[in-house]
């Protein structure tokens, strides 16, 4: 999800006023210390202009 804000030219700040939530909260989950819904997931996603279901492909395929 790191790499999906920053090709996306979005700061922390910047993401977080996307999803309307602390900056705070975006490090949090970033970090992996605060588990992301399905909801603010496809939001993030949508911030990146990226598709949820490819980018949920892209995560699978790291683990």
Not at 18 to 23: D, F, H, I, N, P
Not at 36 to 47: E, I, K, L, Q
Request: proline share 2%; aromatic share 8%; hydrophobic share 40%.
């Amino acid at each position: 999800m790191i790499a999906a804000r920053k090709t996306a030219g979005l700061t922390q700040v910047q993401m977080a006023e996307k999803l309307g939530v602390g900056q705070s909260y975006v490090s949090k989950i970033e970090r992996g210390e605060s588990y992301v819904d399905v909801m603010t997931f496809v939001d993030w996603c949508h911030s990146c202009d990226l598709s949820p279901g490819k980018c949920l492909d892209q995560i699978i395929e790291t683990f």
